[in-house]
């Protein structure tokens, strides 16, 4: 068993940054793989960004050079950092995680950029 829970997001303008960040607890020494989404209502939920089970850290072709994933593995956190946002980037961000069969979600956290 494993939860995630975001912080991080607000409203912001363009241009500017946040950090997102991701707490996992419980049984989570078999997670796999671990990364950021997002979802706009009405839209599929698109993945942002990852660190996959191979090792590799996956990014949205809308997000490369703007955005970066990083952990503290001892403190169990997950960052999203967002710089040179756009109103594009408006959306819910999840946080979720792969163990087993089973994927993990949080329960997401509202960034909003401004014109």
């Known amino acids: 068993q494993v939860q995630l829970v975001e912080s991080g997001g607000g409203l912001v303008q363009t241009g500017g940054s946040l950090r997102l960040s991701c707490a996992a607890s419980?049984?989570?020494?078999?997670?796999?793989?671990i990364g950021w989404y997002r979802q706009v209502p009405g839209k599929q939920r698109e993945l942002v960004a990852q660190?996959?089970?191979?090792?590799?850290?996956n990014y949205a072709d809308s997000v490369k050079g703007r955005f970066t994933i990083s952990r503290d593995n001892a403190k169990k956190l997950v960052y999203l950092q967002m710089n040179g946002l756009k109103p594009e980037d408006t959306a819910v961000y999840y946080c979720s995680a792969n163990q087993g069969p089973l994927i993990y979600w949080g329960q997401g956290t509202q960034v909003t950029v401004s014109s």
């Open positions: 419980g049984s989570t020494g078999s997670i796999y793989a």
């Open positions: 660190f996959s089970r191979d090792g590799i850290i």
